[in-house]
């Protein structure tokens, strides 16, 4: 892959709202809210159409490429509209339904790329409550905006329903529309949505007095700064609510290009070896295996984890429930970027900590002219010489941006190997499903909402682009069925990220010790040379009394700048948590008589699984992110 994959433009509509006994009885009415839909959703296709005109996003020739799908449910009412409407455009009709839902719904839109998600059993009625909810929050996180016909009043039931899924929406920072019994179209106003009716929306039980007042007549140019913000954070419509910073980072992102294999193979080797040499045994055989396997391996191929070896008949499909589409190809370049920049950021930091110790020991050299004239100018120049390599090395890392590409592409590709595992389970991570964009309160007051993160965004256009899960022939995706697959490949993935974190740890524990035990050697050489001065007046003891100081300062230098200790406990505490939900897991078995219930425990570990893989990126992300490569103290 020479360059970052571009983002597949398509765009994701929810449609919700009532059923036909909260809705008008008259015909008049009920197709002017159609048509009030049909318009809105003409708009969107068309501006999005519009926005997507980006190659440094989404490519040449995006425009032809867009898709527009509209989400529903399928029920009566709304549901049906959003059907019909779906029919007439030819627009993909992603349906979430539960399995009571399913029974009564209209037949599947024969229509491109139309897939039905069904979630729980027929004779659900003890996880009735838990199906719904699911059902809501899915269709919310695969959603860019959503409409919502609302009759303004509060919600008839405890679970669910069109009023509670619009509250959510609006906690989800996602933009909404809302369409009156009348026709009538609002949009929500994002100056209104503070921080404090955040709050309140999540508590209060009287959602219809809260959430009326934050919706203002419908403006084209509103609607159109909304879409630009989701779809295109370059679009001129969305100037002042991304930093220039931002908006650089994503041109950076979408604008690299790989350089030749035969250089970026070798990338990070010194680190490769070091670690070998300082966290592996020391045994010597089991230290010249791990030099020849750094010898012979790509440091920068990605790995997405347990595929297709899974599988007891040799097929990928017999391992992976369900695979993202395009997921991969993201994963692969991100994965790949990461391990490029990590491994030359670490070869840096090596040298650097090694040269300023040489610079220390020139320096005293130079001044007992150690092996040199009295005229010499030698170790002067060494000095020099030392002191501007260092200032290069920093001044070229910090042009090239290693720390930050690091960062940035590995946690994107970290979110993408837990969507992989969640995705399945309709458990996907917070990062991928959340819009990515917080309320900003201006010094005015002005309430607005402004991008957070091009790797969040980035993450939330690729969950988008991958849609709802779908079979390969285009049947209803129903994921209990697949109960002892799902299984197999969940505990595969979590047992597989185990062993990877206790490997880390022991790693990282292994080289801060050895260093450690270096620091202190060091410093008993050196009290050895302050002693040895009483009895011995030669000049060369300055050499243990300075330059040994100065290495163990260094290496000091080099356990604090990569937190070795900290990393080894953060992966010491995502091993221990990892282990406890594959015991769990295993646990687990599915029950003829309620397999939506024993599906539901096992999507709860999913979760949990995902979770502690995404928290333990996160925290990673936190500890290294002001660890910047700089001049050596």
């Known amino acids: 892959m020479e360059q970052a994959p571009r983002i597949d433009p398509h765009f994701s509509v929810l449609v919700a709202g009532h059923r036909p006994h909260r809705l008008p009885a008259d015909g008049d009415a009920l197709q002017a809210i159609e048509s009030a839909i049909d318009r809105l959703v003409a708009h969107i296709a068309v501006r999005f159409a519009r926005l997507v005109d980006c190659p440094e996003i989404y490519g040449a020739d995006a425009t032809p490429r867009c898709v527009t799908r509209i989400i529903a449910g399928g029920y009566e009412g709304t549901d049906e509209m959003a059907a019909r409407i779906a029919t007439a455009r030819g627009t993909p009709l992603h349906r979430v339904m539960t399995a009571v839902e399913a029974q009564h719904a209209l037949a599947p839109v024969d229509g491109p790329d139309r ?168 045994s010597p055989a089991a230290m010249v295996r791990g030099l020849r396997k750094v010898m012979r391996r790509d440091a920068t191929a990605p790995w997405f984890g347990v595929g297709a070896e899974l599988g007891a008949d040799g097929t990928a499909a017999s391992a992976l ?174 047992e597989g990220q185990a062993d990877y974190h206790q490997r880390n740890a022991e790693t990282h524990h292994r080289m801060s010790h050895r260093l450690h035990d270096f620091t202190g050697i060091a410093f008993l050489l050196t009290g050895c040379a302050v002693v040895a001065h009483f009895f011995l007046h030669v000049e060369w003891l300055l050499l243990f009394t300075a330059a040994l100081p100065a290495l163990a300062a260094s290496i000091h230098g080099l356990v604090s700048s990569n937190e070795m200790e900290r990393v080894a406990t953060m992966s010491e505490e995502a091993c221990t948590r990892l282990r406890h939900v594959v015991r769990g897991i295993e646990r687990v078995e599915q029950r003829s008589d309620s397999r939506w219930v024993t599906w539901l425990r096992l999507r709860q570990l999913a979760c949990e699984g995902t979770a502690a893989m995404s928290e333990v990126n996160r925290q990673w992300q936190d500890l290294l992110k002001h660890r910047e490569t700089t001049l050596p103290a």
């Open 115 to 282: 897939r039905d998600l069904i979630l729980g059993e027929r004779d659900d009625a003890g996880a009735s409550s838990a199906t719904i909810r699911l059902r809501d929050e899915t269709a919310l996180a695969f959603s860019d905006l959503v409409i919502v016909v609302w009759d303004g009043r509060d919600p008839n039931g405890p679970v669910g329903g069109t009023v509670r899924l619009l509250r959510e929406a609006v906690l989800c920072n996602k933009p909404v529309v809302w369409i009156d019994l009348h026709g009538a179209v609002r949009l929500l106003d994002i100056s209104r949505v503070d921080e404090p009716t955040l709050y309140l929306l999540g508590v209060e039980d009287a959602i219809a007095e809260l959430l009326r007042p934050l919706f203002a007549t419908l403006t084209e140019e509103a609607l159109d700064v909304e879409l630009a913000l989701v779809a295109n954070p370059l679009a001129p419509l969305a100037a002042g609510r991304v930093s220039a910073a931002l908006g650089d980072r994503l041109r950076r992102y979408f604008s690299q290009r790989a350089g030749p294999y035969w250089r970026e193979r070798r990338a990070g080797i010194l680190s490769e070896v070091l670690k070998v040499t300082l966290g592996g045994s020391l």
């Open 321 to 494: 429930p369900v695979e993202p589409a395009g997921i991969e190809a993201r994963f692969n370049w991100s994965d790949y970027q990461a391990n490029l920049s990590a491994g030359l950021r670490r070869d840096v930091t090596w040298f650097l900590y090694a040269f300023s110790t040489l610079a220390v020991f020139a320096a005293v050299a130079g001044s007992i002219r150690l092996g040199v004239s009295h005229h010499s100018a030698f170790w002067t120049w060494v000095e020099l010489a030392t002191i501007l390599f260092i200032c290069l090395l920093v001044l070229f890392a910090s042009r090239r941006r290693w720390h930050g590409e690091w960062l940035s592409h590995r946690l994107v590709a970290e979110e993408l190997r837990c969507l992989r595992l969640g995705y399945p389970f309709v458990a996907a991570p917070q990062s991928c499903t959340q819009v990515p964009r917080r309320s900003d309160a201006q010094a005015t007051g002005r309430v607005q909402w402004v991008l957070d993160g091009a790797e969040q965004w980035t993450l939330r256009r690729s969950t988008v682009a991958a849609g709802l899960p779908r079979t390969p022939d285009g049947s209803a995706f129903m994921a209990h069925e697949r109960f002892e697959v799902s299984k197999r490949y969940l505990l595969g993935v979590l």
